[in-house]
């Protein structure tokens, strides 16, 4: 929990607070005194009596109570001060922004579950260990600069990494960007980045709080407490950018099916920051860009205008701004032509606007007013303007200025002469602008940000299933693959269309089912795993001789792979007959992953998933409209729609299948993975041709079910 003692103390000490600056005991001592914290302020320190102008005890025990202790003294040391500040002193609050605890060594994470029993059993809050510590206009507990001078309405930002947090605000400061409160978490053993924001969520005030936060973060330990949370605040009127890092995957995961092999965590982070509204950042200046947008009125449309005075940046920008899914739009009429003959000769207004590199502040007022009043098709402005050192260029940056404050438009500006207008940039600055360095940055920001949907509803209707049925199957199979006859009774019971199949295991009786089935037909080995790969599917089979032939075939072979260096061994145990089908081929699939809950997935299906990879992903329950997001996302869609003479297939149906699939998860969470590779979709049809549901319900891949 986080209480007042963290966040408002009225006392604090520093425990090993230095006359050294240049450790963290004397920087974090020297950040609160320079901070003007105005409660009472103390200092231990074993070896002296003053530490920075403030009595120091010598002996810990002798400090009075305390609301918030700062510790910067060794790890071992610690949970001893600890129980005695929580015992003796009343201390509620802690950071800890020592080292040597669970990012060190098995003992430091015995230390650390020691400290933080402590602290848990007085029902304190505890930021660390292993941090920078914690920015607040109450407090200044970090031992690091820079300290921004904190502004009610900039941004909350949390971090798991103190470093990081540092140098994501040397980017945004000179930028324009300002902080509201800083929290460096470090090894988050007890309040981490879900935590903190949890108690922004829960303590937000309209009126007062910050519309803006930033996240930093290495591990989501509770994603669906962050996806809670985030998403609330989002609904609130706040704005949510973060950086998920370590998203790459050391080595390959092994997996038994397509889905399993096509998701990987950080498919759940995505599915996650989707679903909850954050727009995914990917670098410290990736942050600050859109954390900079976030800061501009909401653009209301796809179309910007581009005025410049300089045409490469423009055109760099036009391209940035059109390969990410905005439009630049040609600015053809009766009004663009009476600018044109405001402008100097050689200008152009089509879009970009370039009023070259002689245009003055007057001309660039009367661009701004043209596009925010008469040019109706445009929602936005981006001004890039520079100088080439000629003249003082201050008059542009105040007009620039005063239009920002009054267009009904957006105006986002771009300045990119950082050294040669250095004191116009910070004049500009200083008036409460936010400015943009680098025009394809800000592009690709500002397309991401409008691109990021809303969150998605926190209650999902989703159509009725037979939840008996569904749990007499379930509660009567073993853990791993189900059987063809289970698998098709759970998709019967969700009311997912299916094509009609057979499951044999003689020539005669294979011979009777496709006859009744009705020529041509299918032949499917059951067994292996990837039966294309073994020639276990047979397509377009026509006589009653070539099924016989085909059943003495598939019923003879057999998968042979090696797992953890062991050779396991899967053999054919029946043959399974369909009536032959053709559409688009397309998979839905669905795989639990561990805290997140299940994925589910929909895309190009058959072989060429493992070919072109197409594919969306949604974090489950998937309600109608986040589905119908997922198919129209998807860069086959036109295909589903139905190209060049091919008959598509209805979305709605796709759709559909997914609600049902969302609705078989919530009522057999025990399902780990599942496959419909083919769906096969034809103009008003969509059938599962084939299916494969694996059960796992102990072990890793079983955290996470119980939602």
């Known amino acids: 929990m986080i209480n007042q003692a963290l966040l408002n103390p009225k006392s604090i000490v520093v425990v090993g607070g230095s006359n050294d600056v240049q450790k963290p005991g004397g920087a974090v001592l020297r950040n609160l005194i320079e901070g003007n914290f105005k409660g009472d302020l103390y200092v231990t320190n074993l070896k002296e009596t003053e530490v920075q102008g403030i009595q120091s005890f010598q002996d810990p025990a002798q400090l009075p109570e305390v609301d918030l202790a700062i510790l910067a003294i060794a790890a071992k040391f610690i949970p001893g001060t600890v129980e005695m500040l929580v015992n003796e002193k009343n201390t509620r609050g802690f950071i800890i922004l020592s080292a040597g605890f669970s990012e060190e060594?098995?003992?430091?994470?015995?230390?650390?579950?020691?400290?933080?029993?402590?602290?848990?059993?007085?029902?304190?809050?505890?930021?660390?260990?292993?941090?920078?510590?914690?920015?607040?206009?109450s407090y200044h507990g970090v031992f690091t600069k820079p300290i921004p001078q904190l502004n009610p309405k900039g941004c909350d930002f949390i971090s798991g990494s103190g470093?990081?947090?540092?140098?994501?605000?040397?980017?945004?400061?000179p930028k324009g960007l300002t902080f509201s409160q800083v929290f460096s978490v470090g090894n988050s053993a007890q309040l981490g980045v879900e935590e903190i924001l949890a108690h922004l969520d829960e303590s937000f005030d309209p009126a007062t709080s910050s519309r803006i936060k930033l996240l930093y973060i290495e591990t989501i330990s509770k994603p669906l407490m962050l996806l809670k949370h985030a998403a609330s605040l989002i609904r609130k009127g706040c704005k949510i950018a973060a950086i998920k890092a370590g998203s790459s995957e050391a080595g390959s995961r092994a997996a038994s099916s397509h889905t399993g092999a096509m998701i990987s965590p950080d498919d759940a982070v995505d599915a996650l920051f989707r679903k909850a509204g954050i727009v995914r950042c990917y670098g410290r200046e990736d942050l600050v860009s859109v954390a900079s947008v976030f800061t501009f009125p909401e653009l209301m449309g796809k179309n910007m205008t581009i005025i410049t005075h300089a045409g490469g940046p423009a055109v760099m920008l036009t391209d940035a701004l059109?390969?990410?899914?905005?439009?630049?739009?040609?600015?053809?009429?009766?009004?663009?032509?009476?600018?044109?003959?405001?402008?100097?000769?050689?200008?152009?207004?089509?879009?970009?606007?370039?009023?070259?590199?002689?245009?003055?502040?007057?001309?660039?007022?009367?661009?701004?007013?043209?596009?925010?009043?008469?040019?109706?098709?445009?929602?936005?402005?981006?001004?890039?303007?520079?100088?080439?050192?000629?003249?003082?260029?201050f008059d542009v940056y105040d007009l620039l200025d005063l239009?920002?404050?009054?267009?009904?438009?957006?105006?986002?500006?771009?300045?990119?002469?950082?050294?040669?207008?250095?004191g116009e940039v910070r004049e500009f600055v200083a008036k409460g602008n936010v400015f943009f360095p680098d025009e394809v940055v800000f592009g690709n920001a500002l397309a991401r940000v409008f691109h990021t949907p809303k969150p998605a509803p926190a209650d999902v209707e989703l159509p009725g299933v037979n939840h008996e049925k569904i749990r007499s199957i379930i509660d009567a199979s073993c853990d791993g693959y189900l059987a063809p006859g289970s698998v098709m009774g759970l998709i019967d019971a969700c009311g997912i269309p299916r094509a009609h199949e057979a499951v044999v295991n003689s020539a005669g009786d294979a011979i009777q089912a496709a006859t009744r089935l009705g020529f041509p037909v299918v032949m499917k080995v059951v067994g292996p795993v990837h039966k294309s790969d073994l020639g276990g599917v047979v397509l377009n089979v026509k006589d009653e001789a070539s099924v016989a032939r085909e059943f003495e075939r598939m019923i003879r072979l057999r998968e042979i792979k090696k797992i953890d260096g062991v050779e396991q061994v899967t053999e054919t145990t029946a043959i399974l007959i369909q009536p032959l089908l053709s559409g688009i081929e397309l998979i839905i699939g669905?795989?639990?992953?561990?805290?997140?809950?299940?994925?589910?997935?929909?895309?190009?299906?058959?072989?060429?998933?493992?070919?072109?990879?197409?594919?969306?992903?949604?974090?489950?329950?998937?309600?109608?409209?986040?589905?119908?997001?997922?198919?129209?996302?998807?860069?086959?869609?036109?295909?589903?729609?139905?190209?060049?003479?091919?008959?598509?297939?209805?979305?709605?149906?796709?759709v559909d299948v997914m609600l049902r699939l969302s609705a078989l998860l919530e009522a057999a969470p025990e399902i780990v993975e599942l496959d419909f590779n083919p769906l096969l979709g034809s103009g008003d049809m969509a059938v599962v041709v084939d299916a494969r549901i694996r059960l796992e319900r102990e072990g890793e891949a079983g955290e996470g079910v119980n939602r």
Do not use: W
Request: hydrophobic share 45%; with cysteine.
């Open 322 to 393: 059109s390969n990410a899914g905005l439009n630049v739009p040609k600015i053809d009429s009766a009004e663009s032509q009476e600018l044109l003959a405001k402008l100097y000769a050689g200008s152009s207004v089509a879009n970009p606007i370039d009023f070259l590199a002689t245009g003055t502040a007057e001309q660039l007022g009367t661009i701004i007013d043209y596009t925010d009043q008469k040019f109706d098709n445009i929602d936005g402005m981006a001004v890039i303007f520079g100088t080439p050192g000629l003249t003082p260029i």
């Open 590 to 654: 669905a795989k639990l992953e561990p805290k997140f809950g299940h994925l589910v997935m929909c895309g190009m299906g058959g072989i060429f998933i493992e070919v072109f990879k197409d594919v969306a992903r949604g974090l489950s329950p998937i309600g109608n409209d986040e589905a119908l997001a997922m198919v129209r996302g998807l860069k086959s869609y036109k295909i589903i729609q139905g190209f060049r003479g091919q008959q598509g297939v209805k979305e709605e149906l796709i």
């Open 105 to 137: 060594s098995p003992e430091g994470k015995l230390l650390e579950q020691k400290v933080v029993s402590i602290i848990d059993s007085v029902n304190g809050s505890l930021i660390g260990p292993n941090c920078i510590g914690v920015l607040t206009p």
């Open 403 to 422: 239009k920002m404050k009054s267009s009904r438009k957006p105006i986002f500006p771009i300045l990119p002469s950082l050294l040669t207008a250095a």
């Open 163 to 173: 470093a990081t947090a540092v140098f994501i605000m040397e980017a945004g400061i």
